[in-house]
């Protein structure tokens, strides 16, 4: 069983930056496919970016470019630096786990985080 807990969340002005982190405990971290969901008020849940055992990264076309995902296998750890962040980047973002990027991809991994909050205003 693998636990995920996300933390820097926050406000934040158009244009400015945050660094979300995930802590990953209960498995082998390195084994797993990392990544970020997010769900806006009133909205579906859609995918932000996956990072595999490889450091192979996918970002959606709405974050490419802006966002950069990560890993530090030694501390257990995924992180998403996002910049230039926009008023349509605001939801909760969930940390998520899996063995097999595509069930990240779409929304369905085996393990979720709690979520943190990222609001951006205009």
């Known amino acids: 069983q693998v636990q995920l807990v996300e933390s820097g969340g926050g406000l934040v002005q158009a244009g400015g930056s945050l660094r979300l982190s995930c802590a990953a405990s209960?498995?082998?971290?390195?084994?797993?496919?990392m990544g970020w969901l997010r769900q806006a008020p009133g909205k579906e849940r859609e995918f932000v970016s996956t990072?595999?055992?490889?450091?192979?990264?996918y970002y959606s076309d709405s974050v490419k470019g802006r966002f950069t995902i990560s890993r530090d296998n030694a501390k257990n750890t995924v992180y998403l630096q996002m910049d230039s962040l926009k008023p349509e980047d605001t939801g909760v973002y969930y940390c998520?786990?899996?063995?097999?990027?595509?069930?990240?991809?779409?929304?369905?991994?085996?393990?979720w985080g709690q979520g943190t909050q990222v609001t951006v205003s205009s």
């Open positions: 990072i595999n055992w490889r450091d192979t990264a």
């Open positions: 998520a786990a899996d063995r097999a990027t595509p069930n990240v991809r779409s929304g369905n991994p085996r393990y």
């Open positions: 209960g498995g082998t971290f390195s084994s797993y496919v």
